[in-house]
């Protein structure tokens, strides 16, 4: 291991941009977070940037074991997650979230609408230049 650390203690800043690169593109191709055209985006930019990566490091082998040991890293935090989120979070989302965030409904005022300013506001809808218009009701 005394072999990858002096690698790595080696790396240059283009070394270093494809690492981020690659960590950043292999996070986002293992969530839903960009869809499915953007996981495969990600996907291909990960494994360009890894091999871009492994190939630029002297030798190749410990880029590869770099690359290994941080695609193993990332699983064993998604691992992780995913256990917490079972062990706290899972029996308590029996409901929907839009069901858990939205706001009660508010309750209706006793004066409703009447009439004119109901045939205002759709007069305003047909035709905006109307709007002037639209607070008379006296007419």
């Given at each position: 291991m005394s072999a990858?650390?002096?690698?790595?203690?080696?790396?240059?800043?283009?070394?270093?941009?494809?690492?981020f690169l690659f960590l950043v593109s292999y996070t986002f191709a293992l969530s839903d977070f960009i869809g499915v055209r953007g996981r495969h985006y990600a996907v291909m930019a990960a494994l360009t940037s890894a091999f871009a990566f492994a190939m630029r490091t002297d030798p190749w082998m410990h880029g590869v074991l770099v690359v290994v040991v941080a695609m193993v890293a990332i699983g064993a935090?998604?691992?992780?997650?995913?256990?917490?989120?079972?062990?706290?979070?899972?029996?308590?989302?029996?409901?929907?979230?839009?069901?858990?965030?939205?706001?009660?409904?508010?309750?209706?005022?006793?004066?409703?609408?009447?009439?004119?300013?109901?045939?205002?506001?759709?007069?305003?809808?047909?035709?905006?230049?109307?709007?002037?218009?639209?607070?008379?009701?006296?007419?």
């Open positions: 990858v650390g002096s690698t790595l203690d080696a790396m240059g800043v283009e070394q270093y941009l494809l690492a935090f998604a691992g992780i997650v995913w256990g917490l989120w079972a062990a706290f979070g899972w029996p308590h989302s029996d409901m929907p979230v839009a069901e858990r965030l939205e706001a009660p409904p508010a309750p209706l005022p006793d004066e409703t609408l009447s009439l004119g300013a109901a045939a205002a506001a759709a007069g305003v809808l047909h035709r905006p230049a109307n709007l002037a218009g639209a607070g008379d009701t006296q007419r």
